[in-house]
């Protein structure tokens, strides 16, 4: 399969390329040539199937021409060494509970994925071109995506993870979860802020006397290896939904920041997948929902909120939802609505859905439970995805529940680590400097 840029000014890419340089030559994002359905057949029998079943014939439409049939095998049934349940909550809300893998939020499935399939190339893949070098990911953090990125490429060899984030802005759980590690996993603590970290990043990628001496690349969403594997919830949840006679006029609830979930399930359709429609759910930052409202796509400075994996400005994934329908607004809008929800609101909600059904959502679960409440119309059933567990805010969910959530013994283990990290000045040639001895 090859890649065409969303900018459409870039060559068109192999799978490795793509992978390996996450980003255009034209900074636009890349885009798989075509999108191979998934038969009737499939879909009649996918009830009877097994999560890793459904993820290989998914992953094989995708990645099946550049990865052999064995290794592809191998790289999904590794990534996907948890499972995903389909809870019910109400009648007709139920909630896939994306939290159940090594830090226990949705990024693991694409974070491993993709370290698996970097791993595959530079061990020499099949005619690889960069077999046998060492790739070096850097990744900014806020906190989820740290620890997803760390964990899953932890131990991979010929991968070395930088993750750079901001010195007393990130959670204490989240901290241990990329500072403990060790191994291929050195965890860099920048004095200053995220957006610091972000500029950090940027600025090695551009520098020119670095892309000489070290192999670098992202691990951000916008690469093909992290969001496309994301579609496999989709179907698993079809699958589970249908088992329990529940998978007529069927809608996806997804909470959103940088939209590349959302974007993984708008490619499960395409490749033939019988959801009804999608709601985009947002906090405050409301960006999206105000381009369903508007047609006007203009990005905003991001608002903190108590939701802060979905704290997005400006989401990356926009350029590829746009793109998959044919830059056409009225397209986006029959397939996709919209909600955003005010702090206050995410807290009623997390309280009610407590007292009403037993269920404790977590801030981003709770905006995806409110807008299946709000949205959902007679004859529907809709899920939503509840991406991470509740105890990695447990700070935030204690004080809107009065409760004391438990914290699973996994993300125990991780406090107990020894923290390690390097602590950088937020100024590019001292972070320059540290790389060029690395
Ligand atoms: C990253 C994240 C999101 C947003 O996912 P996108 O793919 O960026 O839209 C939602 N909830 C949690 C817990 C996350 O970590």
Redesign the pocket.
């Given at each position: 399969m090859r890649y065409y840029s969303t900018n459409g000014q870039a060559p068109l890419a192999t799978l490795e390329k793509a992978v390996v340089r996450g980003l255009a030559e034209d900074r636009g994002l890349y885009m798989p040539e075509s999108i191979r359905p998934l038969g009737s057949a499939f879909f009649d029998n996918i009830q009877d199937m097994t999560l890793h079943e459904i993820a290989l014939a998914v992953a094989d439409r995708f990645f099946g021409e550049d990865i052999p049939a064995e290794r592809l095998k191998e790289i999904v049934c590794d990534t996907l060494s948890f499972d995903i349940p389909i809870l019910k909550v109400t009648d007709t809300i139920y909630s896939l509970e994306l939290?159940h893998g090594p830090t226990l939020?949705?990024?693991d499935v694409g974070a491993r994925f993709m370290a698996r399939l970097l791993a595959y190339f530079v061990r020499g893949g099949q005619h690889a071109a960069n077999a046998g070098r060492e790739v070096n990911v850097l990744v900014a953090t806020s906190?989820?995506?740290g620890s997803?990125v760390a964990n899953g490429f932890l131990g991979v060899e010929g991968v070395h993870v930088y993750v750079l984030y901001p010195k007393g802005k990130v959670s204490p759980i989240q901290e241990c979860q990329f500072t403990t590690l060790g191994r291929n996993i050195t965890a860099i603590e920048v004095d200053g802020v995220f957006d610091d970290c972000q500029a950090l990043v940027k600025s090695a990628f551009m520098d020119a006397d670095l892309c000489r001496h070290m192999m670098l690349t992202s691990a951000n969403?916008i690469n093909v290896a992290r969001?496309l594997p994301?579609s496999f919830y989709y179907f698993h949840a079809y699958a589970q939904m249908k088992r329990l006679g529940k998978a007529d006029n069927l809608v996806a609830c997804?909470?959103?920041?940088?939209?590349?979930?959302?974007?993984?399930a708008l490619f499960g359709k395409r490749m033939g997948l019988p959801i009804k429609r999608f709601i985009?759910a947002n906090n405050a930052n409301d960006i999206f929902f105000d381009y369903l409202r508007t047609g006007v796509y203009s990005p905003k400075p991001s608002v903190q909120t108590i939701?802060n994996?979905?704290d997005?400005g400006d989401?990356s994934?926009f350029a590829r939802i746009y793109d998959l329908y044919g830059k056409s607004h009225e397209a986006i809008r029959a397939d996709i609505s919209g909600a955003s929800y005010s702090d206050t609101q995410i807290a009623d909600t997390m309280r009610e859905c407590l007292s009403s059904n037993g269920y404790l959502l977590?801030p981003?679960?709770a905006c995806g439970y409110r807008a299946l409440q709000e949205g959902l119309r007679e004859g529907e059933t809709g899920f939503f995805?509840e991406?991470?567990h509740p105890a990695?805010f447990k700070q935030v969910v204690d004080d809107i529940t009065g409760g004391d959530v438990e914290i699973p013994g996994r993300l125990a283990a991780f406090m107990r680590g020894k923290k390690q990290s390097v602590p950088m000045p937020k100024d590019f040639p001292s972070f320059k400097e540290y790389l060029m001895q690395a």
């Open positions: 939290f939020a949705f990024k906190g989820d995506t997803a969403s969001f994301q997804v909470p959103s920041g940088n939209f590349g979930n959302i974007c993984s985009a939701a994996a979905m997005v989401p994934n977590d981003h679960g995805l991406t991470a990695k």
